[in-house]
């Protein structure tokens, strides 16, 4: 891939934000997954004001694709890479503050830094993100979370950016959510920062608990080879019949299953794992033939969790880009 960036993009980005701006950057490196062909473009703010002006700058190009990422631990990149520009939140946005029992997080905090800081603070309520990659503005986008619950149970408001380049307060009132959802799914917005409700409890406490949620954890994912976590979202009426995702894909044969160098996992079913060098279309693959194996011999659907980004720009639940993709009769 060359560089095909505006040339007036470049200058106003070199001119801006100077060593915040990378091209042709490989995705590979930057995906939990370690697929993906090249970024024409990364820009990673190092404060919100360059997070404001990068929003401006690229606005005035808006036939180009962008995207909000954080660590890309919930992203599948596609092996013809991102033709546009992707503006990671991390390090540079990563003010965490605590207010009584409330804490303000900008949105490129480490999650399990929110969670350490919380038990020594003997702060609960939030244990439950302790093991969970990648930062908070990407964990309140997918209101992620474990044991069955969501981040946003916690939520007091979060900041936006609005397409404007406005700052807006979302209050918790106005964020309804539910299981894997929140309203920023689908909208222009980016979350700048997030303010937290927490409950007052003793160290002792939430480090039993967390400890248990990491060793529960160990014991069960798969840590040596890359993946994105759990690829599909549990589907409540299959719970409720045959049981979550991982045992549904083992129970009709697939764990284990290969495709070039991408391998349903042998330890969880409802992981993918790349075993070196894998390619994004047989990650692709695998999701469809898991997913039309289940629905043909259990009769649920399940959707994904894992977001698939495609080279133009769009940004979809992997299951929406394999259906057109593969006849696996
Ligand atoms: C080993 C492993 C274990 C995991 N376990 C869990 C788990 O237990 N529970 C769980 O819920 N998830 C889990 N995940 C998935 C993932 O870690 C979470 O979804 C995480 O919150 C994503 O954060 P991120 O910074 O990596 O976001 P990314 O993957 O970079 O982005 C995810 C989505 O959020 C959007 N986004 C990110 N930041 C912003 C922002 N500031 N403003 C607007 N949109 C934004 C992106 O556009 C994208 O659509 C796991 C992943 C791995 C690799």
Redesign the pocket.
């Known amino acids: 891939m060359n560089l095909t960036l505006p040339i007036e993009l470049k200058a106003k980005l070199d001119k801006e934000l100077g060593n915040e701006v990378e091209y042709l950057v490989p995705l590979s490196d930057l995906s ?1 997954w370690k697929i993906g062909g090249l970024a024409q473009c990364v820009v990673s703010p190092n404060s919100l004001k360059s997070l404001q002006k990068a929003l401006k700058i690229t606005s005035e190009f808006s036939e180009l694709p962008r ?9 599948l990149f596609d092996d013809e890479g991102y033709n546009g520009i992707l503006i990671k ?1 991390g390090n540079g946005l990563n003010e965490l503050r605590f207010e009584n029992d409330e804490v303000y997080c900008e ?1 490129g905090v480490w ?1 399990p830094e929110l969670a350490f800081h919380c038990f020594r603070r003997g702060l609960a309520g939030i244990e439950h993100i302790c ?5 908070i ?6 209101n ?3 044991q069955r619950r969501g981040i946003l149970e916690n939520v007091v408001s979060v900041d936006v950016i609005t397409e404007k380049g406005e700052m807006k307060n979302i209050e918790a009132s106005n964020i309804e959510h539910s299981y ?1 959802v929140s309203p ?2 689908g909208k222009p ?4 920062a997030v303010r937290l409700k927490l409950e007052r409890s003793t160290r002792a406490i939430v480090r039993k608990r967390m400890h248990e949620i990491l060793a529960s ?1 160990r014991k069960k ?1 798969p ?1 040596k080879l890359p ?4 690829v599909f979202l549990s589907n409540p009426k299959m719970y409720d019949v045959i049981g979550p995702p991982g045992f549904a894909i083992e129970k009709v044969g697939l764990k284990g299953k290969r495709r070039g160098n991408a391998q349903i996992s042998e330890l969880h079913a409802n992981f993918i794992v790349n075993l070196g060098g894998a390619k994004s279309v047989d990650v692709l693959y695998l999701i469809n033939l898991a997913r039309e194996e289940v629905k043909k011999q259990t009769g649920f659907s399940m959707d994904c ?1 894992v ?1 698939y980004v495609s080279p133009e720009g769009q ?1 979809m639940q992997a299951h929406e880009y394999t259906q057109s993709l593969f006849d696996i009769a």
């Open positions: 939990y995207l909000i990422i954080g660590d890309c631990s919930n992203l939140l949105a999650v093991g969970i990659p990648g930062r503005g990407g964990l309140v986008f997918m992620g979370g474990s894997r920023f799914q917005l980016v979350i700048a954890r994912f840590r993946n994105c976590g759990s969790e977001r940004l």
